[in-house]
């Protein structure tokens, strides 16, 4: 929402769902704390991945 398009844009809908399984995101601009936080939100690994308790815990850090 921030960047106005996904991070696993592909040239069509399939291409975009099989990079959201295959790809770690790309994200266009300047990395900050909300790209940080969008990464570790859609970390492959669900032992990696953030969530919504972690998230409340740490969101200083973030922001």
Request: glycine share 4%.
């Amino acid at each position: 929402m921030s960047y106005d398009r996904t991070p696993f844009k592909g040239r069509n809908r399939k291409e975009t769902f099989r990079n959201m399984l295959s790809r770690s995101p790309e994200f266009a601009g300047n990395r900050c704390a909300l790209t940080d936080l969008i990464e570790c939100l859609l970390a492959k690994d669900p032992a990696r991945r953030l969530g919504s308790a972690t998230v409340r815990k740490r969101r200083l850090q973030f922001f």
